[in-house]
């Protein structure tokens, strides 16, 4: 599937991802790509003019700002989605096949905390690579309206997660 529309934007807020982690890219775009086939909402951001969605990659200090201002809690994270599309667009635009909007769509933001994810990787005894892959993931199927508030909305997020991370050799993180 051509994603010749939508740009993936990347800046970096901290240098410890260049410096330990410079493939950071390559592996968004996998997921990106990864997502853009198998997940029906984001097959539909093929037909949209354009679209872009932007990463930060920087720091638990940066992050645990960014959480306690927008969600209320003074924690460091591994990584936060904030979907520019609301609800009822999601369902609009990417679920039920409504008429597309011929503006560029701005999909959202996903920001990574590189401290909290190396640390979370060390003690599941995963690889970066694998963990980052299954947080990006977590984070772009934010941005398409998906989310694991309640026990259902988990069960489904988490399967598809699963699903996806399967095809990229990843086991499943949701196994204990």
Known sequence: MSLDNIDL????????WEENFPQYQDHIRTCFDLIVTHVAEARRLAEFPHVEVSFL???DAAIQTLNRDYRGKDKAT???SFPSLSEEDVAQYL????DLPAMPIALGDIIFAWETIKREAEAQGKTLDSHFCHLCLHGILHLLGYDHIDDDDAAVMEA???D???KLSIDDPYQA
Do not use: I, P
Not at 9 to 16: I, N
Not at 95 to 98: I, S
């Open 160 to 162: 598809l997660e699963t």
């Open 164 to 166: 996806l991370l399967a």
């Open 57 to 59: 990659l920087t720091d």
């Open 95 to 98: 679920r039920l096949g409504e």
């Open 78 to 80: 591994n990584v936060l």
């Open 9 to 16: 934007d990347f800046a970096l807020g901290a240098d410890q």
